[in-house]
């Protein structure tokens, strides 16, 4: 096993301690959301009895509430790499954010233009387009994924791409799949076209470091609360494009970067939240041996816990592949572990997914069935929607002890459902 201080982290997470009726949780639900540190609890807390003013004022308590306003800007700019804490935009979450992006971005494009949207994205970073699209009369051209290398080819934008393109949105992993795009030279190419890239990397955040600048793209957008953070979204924007945006806001509000872009009163106790919840990951690096900045810290973090989280991935991927009549929907082969996230999505035949989650969860297992607004991907595989997948989602505070006790369940509850099928 990869030497990685898991004892020690999972102590910083007093829910992975809970019991219900003297059973153990195992928290497999990940990329809907993880558990939080203690440190993030606190911090929350701490804001909301110390700090809990509006902004503008010139009393300690609007003073001490801007600080923490700045500093989850500057811990978010060093997160993501970003030139600057201005190109942080914090908000309520990802899918509003990206509508009201969508919108801004709309003020910029006229009937005819085209836009790139993936099948392999969330609902979030589709639905919003398609319906800026009807709204103004663009084009919607379609990108599939490859189903042998489970990620977007390079070929296949680049015959989409033309002189009309205007905008390209990618992830940077599925949801469902797993898998990781090649967001690097994906961008690159449409970039090349003249087109905008919005890049949602909401499953790739807990996952690996992020360095915006270094994929080149326009926009990136994040949830802190799949990397152990408060509920809320974080969008990056590149200075020099965002500067020239237009943003629906009132007529009053601020007309700087980024307070434009933050509509009403600002989540100010989650950005307390959401910076802890950054200075853990740069403690995680620091107690490895990383004394230099936060964003070096980061680095270090993400330098241990990729390794251990991918040989998680590869001993459920093993244990699952076991089982006949069972199909994973992502990367399997183990020279490619690091090409995708550890969540992992299944489906067994003649068996439906929301019977098999069922059995675990009542057995203290959590994890999810459904499309998980994996819209587009379940559609191109042929997944009836209704039904889905078994979704499977690690993170760097689960344990090998916890993956053997859910692959023990999984054989089991699956030779259980066929031996009562008529």
Wanted: aromatic content about 8%; hydrophobic content about 40%; overall charge negative.
């Amino acid at each position: 096993m990869v030497d990685f201080p898991i004892e020690t982290v999972r102590g910083k997470f007093p829910a992975l301690a809970l019991t219900d009726k003297g059973r153990r949780r195992i928290y497999l639900d990940n990329p809907a959301g993880t558990q939080v540190p203690q440190v993030v609890a606190d911090a929350v807390s701490r804001c909301l009895l110390t700090t809990n003013a509006n902004l503008g004022g010139y009393f300690e308590t609007t003073i001490a509430a801007q600080a923490v306003v700045d500093e989850a800007h500057h811990a978010m700019a060093d997160f993501l790499g970003a030139a600057s804490p201005e190109e942080i935009i914090i908000g309520a979450n990802m899918t509003t954010m990206t509508y009201h992006m969508s919108r801004t971005l709309g003020r910029t494009m006229k009937p005819g233009d085209e836009i790139i949207l993936t099948r392999m994205d969330h609902e979030g970073n589709v639905s919003p387009w398609l319906q800026l699209a009807e709204d103004l009369g663009l084009v919607v051209r379609w990108l599939p994924f490859d189903e042998k290398s489970w990620q977007v080819e390079e070929a296949a934008l680049t015959g989409l791409l033309s002189g009309k393109t205007r905008m390209v949105a990618l992830n940077y992993a599925s949801n469902l799949t797993g898998s990781i795009n090649r967001v690097k030279s994906l961008t690159r190419l449409a970039k090349q076209a003249g087109a905008l890239v919005y890049v949602d990397a909401v499953q790739f955040a807990p996952h690996g470091l992020i360095d915006v600048q270094d994929l080149g793209c326009d926009f990136l957008i994040c949830s802190a609360y799949k990397f152990f953070g408060p509920h809320m979204g974080i969008l990056w924007g590149r200075r020099d494009v965002i500067d020239d945006l237009q943003p629906y806001k009132c007529r009053c509000s601020s007309d700087n970067l980024p307070e434009r872009f933050e509509l009403g009163t600002p989540q100010i106790e989650l950005m307390a939240g959401l910076t802890a919840a950054i200075d853990y990951f740069a403690d995680l690096g620091a107690a490895a041996g990383e004394g230099g900045s936060r964003r070096q810290s980061i680095a270090k973090a993400f330098e241990v816990s990729i390794p251990y989280e991918n040989v998680l991935a590869r001993r459920l991927i093993d244990g699952l592949s076991d089982i006949q009549g069972l199909t994973i929907r992502g990367i399997t082969d183990p020279a490619r572990i690091g090409e995708r996230v550890p969540t992992v999505s299944f489906t067994v035949d003649g068996i439906a997914p929301e019977t098999i989650v069922r059995q675990m969860n009542a057995e203290n297992i959590f994890l999810w069935s459904g499309h998980n607004y994996a819209w587009e991907v379940v559609h191109q595989l042929g997944i009836p929607a209704e039904q889905g997948v078994v979704r499977i989602g690690i993170a760097h505070y689960n344990t090998s002890g916890e993956i053997d006790e859910t692959l023990e369940s999984v054989h089991r509850v699956i030779a259980m459902l066929r031996q009562q099928r008529p």
